[in-house]
């Protein structure tokens, strides 16, 4: 088994940022120090064209999934670190494909990048010399520069040279910026927890909203809820969940409101409400689970009457994806199993028999006026209850 003792990441978008790179680049520094904590003997070092993380001789696999869950990274290798030596270069990279060969019969080719051009050797005689040091050393690997099994990168920079063979696929996006805020209204079904995993992919922080309705919805959904934000801590840090008390207002709108537009006028008392501890938590958006025409709800007629209320920007990240890819992403993400617990939430319990599909702003006016709007958004933001979702921790903290 080959001794790796580096894990090299690469920015991928981060490297397009231009002058906001740096500060990318420090949030990604900082988020992977976080996922790495415990690891204490490891270092993590940035430079212009990557990150670097010497590992001083623990496990690289456990260690190489924590950092696929980190936004910013565009991809990552184990890596074999030596001196400025060819022989010694040579050596490890025989031990190299030979732990990744396994002797499975496989094709290869090696790439040399020599940016510190003091080593006393070209590129493509590098190329040359280890890749057949390498062939009169093992059996049952042959040659294949287009489309090899495995690729043999060395990267001869100032402090070393770095040998990899593997690429992992790393989480893509951009790191998290924490003054980059949004509150993601979260229910506990498949959609809105994709919406927030994906909305954290663009480099944005969220807290999370949802509307609780005891005693129609019960604490098994709330747990749900709070099960759901749990997994999407593994992508971005601790999270806040605001905990809304939903019963009375959901009893007045059935009460005092026409049925078929029940729904549009819940949705809007959701937003109003999602809106205020925006401005409390200096939040900059809402992010919904929103994709257009899968429900009453989420027709363009609705979404326009729903906006009404709000001058927020709304984020509706799933906008133009069809149920089985919004499902597809939720089960590679380990959200899925979750979503689909049979406990309903405060969107179901009141679900009218005919909600209007195509509401109209003029008429939801027309019958919020018959409602104390400005009485219940305030009963709801006053009884809300906030706690954290600690990324590390099986148990939650109340927020004091």
Do not use: W
Not at 144 to 149: A, G, L
Not at 154 to 172: F, M
Not at 236 to 254: A, E, S
Not at 369 to 398: C, H, R
């Amino acid at each position: 088994m080959a001794m790796y003792d580096h894990i090299i990441i690469r920015y991928g978008e981060i490297s397009l940022k231009g002058k906001n790179r740096k500060g990318f680049i420090s949030s990604l520094k900082k988020r992977v120090k976080q996922v790495l904590t415990g690891y204490d003997s490891i270092e993590v070092h940035q430079s212009f064209d990557r990150m670097v993380v010497k590992l001083n001789g623990a496990n690289h696999e456990p260690v190489i999934n924590k950092l696929k869950t980190v936004f910013g990274i565009h991809s990552l290798s184990v890596a074999i670190k030596t001196e400025h030596d060819l022989d010694l270069i040579k050596e490890k990279a025989l031990q190299l494909v030979e732990d990744q060969q396994r002797g499975e019969s496989m094709t290869f080719k090696v790439t040399v990048k020599r940016p510190f051009k003091q080593f006393p050797h070209r590129s493509q005689d590098m190329n040359r010399d280890i890749g057949g040091f390498v062939l009169r050393n093992t059996e049952n690997l042959t040659v294949d520069v287009h489309n090899p099994d495995m690729e043999l990168k060395v990267e001869v920079k100032q402090d070393g040279a770095y040998l990899s063979c593997n690429n992992s696929v790393g989480a893509g996006g951009l790191p998290t910026v924490q003054d980059n805020k949004v509150m993601l209204m979260l229910s506990g079904g498949i959609d809105s927890p994709v919406a927030g995993y994906l909305t954290m992919k663009r480099g944005v922080k969220v807290e999370a909203v949802h509307f609780h309705s005891p005693p129609f919805t019960s604490e098994r959904s709330r747990q749900k809820v709070e099960d759901l934000v749990k997994v999407l801590t593994r992508y971005g840090g601790d999270i806040r969940l605001h905990v809304v008390p939903f019963t009375n207002t959901q009893k007045t709108i059935q009460k005092e409101m026409p049925d078929n537009y029940s729904m549009t006028i819940m949705r809007r008392m959701m937003m109003r409400i999602t809106e205020k501890l925006a401005e409390q938590n200096h939040a900059l958006a809402i992010a919904t689970g929103e994709s257009l025409g899968q429900v009453a709800s989420q027709t363009i007629q609705s979404m326009n009457t729903i906006n009404e209320v709000t001058n927020y920007p709304i984020l509706r990240p799933l906008i133009s994806m069809d149920k089985l890819e919004i499902m597809k992403i939720s089960r590679a993400i380990d959200l899925y199993d979750i979503s689909i617990r049979p406990y309903e939430d405060c969107c179901t319990v009141f679900l009218p028999e005919a909600p209007k599909t195509k509401p109209k702003r003029e008429h939801a006016n027309k019958f919020e006026q018959y409602l104390p709007v400005d009485e219940l958004v305030q009963e709801a933001v006053a009884g809300v209850e906030t706690i954290i979702i600690n990324e590390k921790d099986e148990e939650f903290s109340e927020l004091l």
